[in-house]
């Protein structure tokens, strides 16, 4: 209860602060944001910003992942739990750490089991170009043990979001949040196929509904 409090405070506060930050925030629905378990999947182009003008652009309160080195200290785990984050490690934070992923999978699927909705970065980081990366495979890996633990009956949605600034760091630029058509993942899954193969597949779909909610210029062409 405290840690809702918190949250929804927050939440508040940085919705009044960016109406003052940006000269213009408009925000899109293809489809209106399903009821139950979420997934929001995004493309990352400013390292803090993002999280923060995803979950200020909806009525829903996700929950974010975010690199676990902050969570080293019991204190920082506290708050950050207050405030809806949950850790996900990489190989820059040392291959040991990585087996810790499957704790966070397992607490994604818990959250997703009670119809909460989870932030999730695809690309992985940010990258500052206008243009998508491939998606990895982290939000798939999520989706998936959520379905195989609830035999297909807990239908969790994939939103892709499209952010797009007109500029990353200057004040009173503009920023676009496109919320698009949910990718229901039991229609994705082929019993037919392997685990990989599925996986594979979702994350091509999400990459298909992701790429026209935002500015992509092909790399090969962006010079």
């Given at each position: 209860?405290?840690?809702?409090?918190?949250?929804?405070?927050?939440?508040?506060?940085?919705?009044?602060?960016?109406?003052?930050?940006?000269?213009?925030?408009?925000?899109?629905?293809?489809?209106p944001i399903p009821e139950g378990p979420v997934l929001f999947v995004a493309n990352h182009q400013n390292s803090f910003l993002d999280a923060v003008v995803l979950a200020c652009s909806t009525k829903r309160d996700p929950w974010f992942l975010a690199r676990g080195g902050v969570f080293e200290k019991p204190?920082?785990?506290?708050?950050?739990?207050?405030?809806?984050?949950?850790?996900?490690?990489?190989?820059?934070?040392?291959?040991?750490?990585?087996?810790?992923?499957?704790?966070?999978?397992?607490?994604?699927?818990?959250?997703?089991?009670?119809?909460?909705?989870?932030l999730i970065f695809g690309e992985g980081n940010h990258n500052d170009k206008y243009y998508l990366r491939s998606l990895q495979?982290?939000?798939?890996?999520?989706?998936?043990?959520?379905?195989e633990k609830n035999h297909g009956t807990l239908k969790v949605k994939i939103v892709p979001v499209g952010l797009q600034y007109d500029s990353l760091n200057d004040f009173r630029s503009?920023?676009?949040?496109?919320?698009?058509?949910?990718i229901t993942v039991h229609d994705i899954w082929d019993a037919s196929k392997n685990y990989q193969e599925n996986l594979d597949a979702l994350i091509q779909k999400t990459e298909e509904h992701l790429k026209p909610l935002m500015l992509h210029i092909d790399p090969h062409a962006y010079d």
């Open positions: 209860m405290f840690g809702d409090l918190i949250y929804k405070s927050l939440k508040l506060f940085a919705t009044i602060n960016l109406h003052f930050y940006y000269k213009k925030w408009q925000v899109n629905f293809i489809k204190w920082a785990r506290k708050v950050l739990g207050w405030l809806r984050m949950a850790p996900v490690y990489r190989f820059r934070d040392g291959f040991s750490t990585l087996r810790k992923n499957d704790e966070t999978i397992t607490k994604c699927v818990s959250l997703l089991e009670k119809g909460e909705s989870i495979k982290g939000f798939a890996r999520i989706a998936a043990a959520a379905e503009r920023v676009l949040v496109t919320f698009g058509n949910p």
